[in-house]
């Protein structure tokens, strides 16, 4: 896998000189005007969005943990001056930064979180700066500390409960479930719960069958719960921000082979207020042939996929989903009503995940007659992780595999 | 007595008596801690000189084991997690001497020492860190899921394993088949509650299971007196009567667990040990070990108190081995651990078909969806 780097508003200016309407390849122009309308509506916005963040984007680097980078030196012309590279673990770290300093209620508690500086550095230098009351050191003890994380949450406190991974929060899920999500419904609005839990989340390198397990489908699963999945620094920035003030439970699924990839991020992206609202998804890159979902890591697959496939006359769409509950839905159909096709990719079991809602939305909703071919996931094999190398690597879907579902949906 | 007045004399041998007139060594062991027992295991130990070079043997191998893995890990042939053994060298060595390979043992992730102990060789062992078909767990497992006869691994979640332990010691009085179950865990994992819901469901169906807690002083970065109120691990099972021992001594470790043993076998029900034992690496390959603790600190325990070297010591210094006898045994030991390096680094990787296999026992083999929905796997028991 190579990393390569490419000025995204140039390739957003490519895709948008293309008429909408004409853009599918099955060429269809005619379309109950109803949806057609709402569509552009949708698109439309989407696009005023996209281009406002993305006009201040130069360019970034993407997924994969090897350092060759290609870099188109002409776009550098076009980049504002301000942008600054951050990797996703800065980000987080920033990010809870900032947030202890605006609010006295916030506070981070977990194992190894203060004076390790974090099992993975996520929260390195925090503990120096905050001390002891904001910054908890537990012991191993995860059914016992997310519980107290929740009752102080209850109380009025905006506590940060980290699991070192999400495989160890099974044995707290009782507290994130019965004790967060369910709360606020079972007291009729009286007692909220402000809590966020944090993690990596999914495969990581060798680490085996108990500690690569994805839990986006498993708390995605729960009415209460805010479930997010951040791919890159300005999501990982800007979702944190927006779990930590938001008044409900949100489980946010980090990455840990994402920790260390750097991106640009903007200085409108840097202030202290820049937040991703969570429920919407970004259309990361824009496409006419089909649609691409994804969260975390894959997206990052997706683009790469992308790439190759645009050399071979398809244009793909990638959406990162950035929020796995609430499911932005609409963003989902308006592609899939632009496009006419759909892949879903994710990390985690076929079986139950978060590619099967996907589809089974897609079905119910007004999306199903756009669609020229059926729906099609790529998810992790149905097994346990392996830990020999070679099984590994078979175990997680690669970008041959996306590129695969394409040609195979897209009939090539 | 006799026994006494045996240890009486041997002390006061001439030490250039021929080492073949001493095959058998009667030593002195450190005071142990008791709670709730009247008595605890003796405080002399004898040795004989078998018994003497077979504990040297299997704690130096464990020892060079741990080091060439740190080797292969640095040379990226290992990966993922790796928790190293070196320093706790007694502790799986002295347990494995107080009961025996018909009886079950349980631990968590530190377990390359265990898995050993437990009748896994080197070859086997490495070539599972390595990834590869010869592994113990056919390369699938890796470094915290090792498992050999009555050893249940290799555990990656901590305290997890606990209350399997108490699972495998229900098993034993249900079959009546007079094994019992060592159950270890450490301090970090000392303070879970399934550990407490476990120390209540033993003691009230008086399971025969030994806790044994290795008290090496760190859980990861965190030292005992920042994660536990009260730091005397052998007391925490409160109704359980429990022992501390000095982890570094193999002699003491197994008297301790001889007596253990006994105990769980006259169906008294549980009974917990404390092993205060230190390990020399970080917790795994990713913590250097020394944010937290001093190097000076580690440098101290390795000169005063190295489990081996404490027995070589003790052998020498009593005439049951000369130098050049243990030196022999390093070298073999060294070329054992170079052989099975060798093994692990040359013998291949699974084979692909092998992916899908072991996700249920005794099943008819059936269709496992790939990524795509186009790749189709089958999985066979």
Same mark, same amino acid.
Request: aromatic fraction near 8%; hydrophobic fraction near 35%.
């Given at each position: 896998?190579?990393?390569?780097?490419?000025?995204?508003?140039?390739?957003?200016?490519?895709?948008?000189?293309?008429?909408?309407?004409?853009?599918?390849?099955?060429?269809?122009?005619?379309?109950?005007?109803?949806?057609?309308?709402?569509?552009?509506?949708?698109?439309?916005?989407?696009?005023?969005?996209?281009?406002?963040?993305?006009?201040?984007? #130069?360019?970034?680097?993407?997924?994969?943990?090897?350092?060759?980078?290609?870099?188109?030196?002409?776009?550098?012309?076009?980049?504002?001056?301000?942008?600054?590279?951050?990797?996703?673990?800065?980000?987080?770290?920033?990010?809870?930064?900032?947030?202890?300093?605006?609010?006295?209620?916030?506070?981070?508690? +977990?194992?190894? @979180?203060?004076?390790?500086?974090?099992?993975?550095?996520?929260?390195? #230098?925090?503990?120096?700066?905050? +001390?002891?009351?904001?910054?908890?050191?537990?012991?191993?003890?995860?059914?016992?500390?997310?519980?107290?994380?929740?009752?102080?949450?209850?109380? +009025?406190?905006?506590?940060?409960?980290?699991?070192?991974?999400?495989?160890?929060?099974?044995?707290?899920?009782?507290?994130?479930?019965?004790?967060?999500?369910?709360?606020?419904?079972?007291?009729?609005?009286?007692?909220?719960?402000?809590?966020?839990?944090?993690?990596?989340?999914?495969?990581?390198?060798?680490?085996?069958?108990?500690?690569?397990?994805?839990?986006?489908?498993?708390?995605?699963?729960?009415?209460?719960?805010?479930?997010?999945?951040?791919?890159?620094?300005?999501?990982?920035?800007?979702?944190?921000?927006?779990?930590?003030?938001?008044?409900?439970?949100? @489980?946010?699924?980090?990455?840990?082979?994402?920790?260390?990839?750097?991106?640009?991020?903007?200085?409108?992206?840097?202030?202290?207020?820049?937040?991703?609202?969570?429920?919407?998804?970004?259309?990361?890159?824009?496409?006419?042939?089909?649609?691409?979902?994804?969260?975390?890591?894959?997206?990052?697959?997706?683009?790469?996929?992308?790439?190759?496939?645009?050399?071979?006359?398809?244009?793909?769409?990638?959406?990162?989903?950035?929020?796995?509950?609430?499911?932005?839905?609409?963003?989902?159909?308006?592609?899939?009503?632009?496009?006419?096709?759909?892949?879903? @990719?994710?990390?985690?079991?076929?079986?139950?995940?978060?590619?099967?809602?996907?589809?089974?939305?897609?079905?119910?909703?007004?999306?199903?007659?756009?669609?020229?071919?059926?729906?099609?996931? @790529?998810?992790?094999?149905?097994?346990?992780?392996?830990?020999?190398?070679?099984?590994?690597?078979?175990?997680?879907?690669?970008?041959?595999?996306?590129?695969?579902?394409?040609?195979?949906?897209?009939?090539? | 007595?006799?026994?006494?007045?045996?240890?009486?004399?041997?002390?006061?041998?001439?030490?250039?008596?021929?080492?073949?007139?001493?095959?058998?060594?009667?030593?002195?062991?450190?005071?142990?801690?008791?709670?709730?027992?009247?008595?605890?295991?003796?405080?002399?130990?004898?040795?004989?000189?078998?018994?003497?070079?077979?504990?040297?043997?299997?704690?130096?191998?464990?020892?060079?084991?741990?080091?060439?893995?740190?080797?292969?890990?640095?040379?990226?042939?290992?990966?993922?997690?790796?928790?190293?053994?070196?320093?706790?060298?007694?502790?799986?060595?002295?347990?494995?001497?107080?009961?025996?390979?018909?009886?079950?043992?349980?631990?968590?992730?530190?377990?390359?020492?265990?898995?050993?102990?437990?009748?896994?060789?080197?070859?086997?062992?490495?070539?599972?860190?390595?990834?590869?078909?010869?592994?113990?767990?056919?390369?699938?497992?890796?470094?915290?899921?090792?498992?050999?006869?009555?050893? =249940?691994?290799?555990?990656?979640?901590?305290?997890?394993?606990?209350?399997?332990? !108490?699972?495998?010691?229900?098993?034993?009085?249900?079959?009546?088949?007079?094994?019992?179950?060592?159950?270890?865990?450490?301090?970090?994992?000392?303070?879970?509650?399934?550990?407490?819901?476990? =120390?209540?469901?033993?003691?009230?169906?008086?399971?025969? %299971?030994?806790?044994?807690?290795?008290?090496?002083?760190?859980?990861?970065?965190?030292?005992?007196?920042?994660? !536990?109120?009260?730091?005397?691990?052998?007391?925490?099972?409160?109704? %359980?009567?429990?022992?501390?021992?000095?982890?570094?001594?193999?002699?003491?470790?197994?008297?301790?667990?001889?007596?253990?043993?006994?105990?769980?076998?006259?169906?008294?029900?549980?009974?917990?040990?404390?092993?205060?034992?230190?390990?020399?690496?970080?917790?795994?390959?990713?913590?250097?070990?020394?944010?937290?603790?001093?190097?000076?600190?580690?440098?101290?325990?390795?000169?005063?108190?190295?489990?081996?070297?404490?027995?070589?010591?003790?052998?020498?210094?009593?005439?049951?081995?000369?130098?050049?006898?243990?030196?022999?045994?390093?070298?073999?030991?060294?070329?054992?651990?170079?052989?099975?390096?060798?093994?692990?680094?040359?013998?291949?990787?699974?084979?692909?078909?092998?992916?899908?296999?072991?996700?249920?026992?005794?099943?008819?083999?059936?269709?496992?969806?790939?990524?795509?929905?186009?790749?189709?796997?089958?999985?066979?028991?």
């Amino acid at each position: 896998m190579h990393r390569e780097a490419y000025c995204r508003r140039k390739c957003f200016m490519g895709v948008n000189d293309m008429p909408i309407s004409s853009s599918s390849i099955s060429g269809r122009t005619d379309s109950c005007s109803d949806w057609t309308g709402s569509f552009s509506r949708t698109s439309r916005s989407s696009h005023s969005e996209d281009r406002s963040k993305m006009a201040s984007l #130069g360019c970034f680097l993407r997924t994969g943990k090897n350092a060759v980078s290609v870099v188109l030196r002409r776009e550098f012309s076009k980049t504002p001056p301000a942008a600054v590279q951050v990797n996703v673990r800065d980000a987080l770290n920033q990010a809870m930064d900032e947030e202890l300093e605006r609010d006295e209620r916030v506070f981070l508690l +977990g194992e190894e @979180v203060a004076q390790y500086d974090g099992a993975y550095k996520v929260s390195r #230098g925090l503990w120096k700066k905050y +001390g002891d009351k904001r910054i908890i050191d537990t012991p191993i003890t995860e059914m016992g500390f997310a519980g107290i994380a929740v009752g102080a949450a209850f109380a +009025g406190l905006r506590p940060i409960c980290e699991f070192m991974t999400w495989n160890f929060s099974m044995q707290a899920i009782d507290q994130v479930i019965n004790s967060a999500a369910k709360t606020y419904y079972m007291s009729a609005g009286a007692q909220p719960v402000p809590i966020v839990f944090r993690g990596p989340n999914g495969s990581s390198a060798g680490v085996a069958a108990q500690h690569s397990q994805c839990f986006a489908a498993w708390y995605g699963h729960c009415p209460g719960l805010k479930v997010v999945s951040p791919w890159n620094s300005e999501d990982a920035r800007g979702l944190l921000k927006a779990a930590i003030r938001d008044d409900n439970p949100v @489980v946010f699924l980090e990455n840990e082979l994402m920790y260390g990839v750097p991106f640009d991020l903007s200085e409108e992206v840097m202030q202290k207020d820049f937040v991703v609202p969570i429920g919407k998804a970004k259309v990361e890159r824009q496409g006419t042939h089909i649609t691409l979902v994804s969260h975390s890591r894959c997206v990052g697959f997706c683009l790469d996929a992308a790439t190759v496939l645009a050399k071979e006359g398809v244009e793909c769409e990638v959406v990162n989903l950035r929020t796995i509950r609430p499911l932005d839905v609409d963003t989902i159909e308006a592609s899939v009503m632009k496009t006419g096709h759909l892949v879903t @990719v994710e990390g985690g079991w076929p079986q139950y995940g978060v590619g099967a809602e996907i589809c089974a939305r897609v079905m119910e909703g007004p999306a199903f007659n756009y669609l020229d071919a059926p729906a099609v996931r @790529v998810t992790g094999v149905d097994i346990p992780m392996p830990y020999a190398k070679i099984l590994e690597d078979h175990s997680v879907p690669q970008i041959k595999d996306i590129i695969f579902s394409v040609k195979k949906v897209l009939n090539m | 007595l006799l026994q006494m007045l045996l240890c009486y004399l041997s002390r006061l041998a001439q030490p250039q008596v021929l080492r073949s007139r001493f095959f058998s060594l009667c030593v002195l062991l450190q005071k142990v801690d008791l709670h709730r027992l009247e008595e605890g295991p003796p405080l002399t130990s004898t040795l004989t000189r078998e018994e003497g070079l077979k504990y040297y043997r299997t704690m130096q191998t464990i020892r060079r084991m741990e080091l060439k893995a740190d080797q292969l890990y640095k040379q990226k042939i290992i990966r993922g997690f790796c928790h190293l053994y070196d320093g706790q060298e007694a502790c799986a060595v002295g347990i494995e001497g107080g009961i025996t390979l018909s009886d079950h043992l349980i631990t968590a992730y530190r377990a390359h020492g265990y898995t050993l102990t437990r009748g896994g060789t080197v070859r086997e062992i490495m070539a599972e860190l390595t990834g590869r078909r010869g592994g113990i767990a056919k390369g699938k497992g890796g470094s915290m899921h090792m498992y050999t006869k009555n050893f =249940y691994g290799g555990n990656g979640i901590v305290g997890a394993q606990v209350p399997l332990g !108490a699972g495998v010691a229900l098993a034993c009085k249900y079959l009546g088949n007079d094994q019992l179950c060592v159950s270890l865990y450490g301090d970090g994992a000392a303070n879970q509650g399934q550990i407490f819901e476990t =120390y209540n469901m033993s003691s009230l169906w008086k399971l025969p %299971i030994i806790f044994i807690c290795e008290n090496n002083q760190y859980a990861m970065g965190t030292s005992v007196e920042r994660s !536990a109120a009260s730091t005397e691990y052998y007391k925490r099972g409160d109704y %359980i009567p429990g022992i501390r021992v000095d982890g570094m001594d193999v002699l003491c470790v197994r008297e301790a667990t001889k007596f253990a043993a006994a105990h769980c076998r006259s169906g008294k029900g549980p009974i917990l040990m404390e092993l205060q034992t230190y390990r020399y690496h970080g917790h795994s390959m990713s913590d250097p070990g020394v944010s937290y603790r001093t190097r000076e600190e580690i440098q101290e325990v390795r000169s005063k108190s190295d489990p081996i070297s404490m027995l070589k010591d003790r052998m020498l210094s009593n005439n049951m081995a000369s130098i050049e006898e243990l030196k022999e045994i390093d070298i073999a030991v060294r070329k054992e651990i170079e052989d099975a390096a060798q093994f692990a680094t040359t013998d291949p990787e699974p084979p692909l078909d092998d992916l899908c296999s072991h996700i249920f026992a005794n099943d008819q083999p059936f269709e496992v969806r790939g990524a795509t929905p186009w790749t189709k796997l089958t999985s066979t028991s």
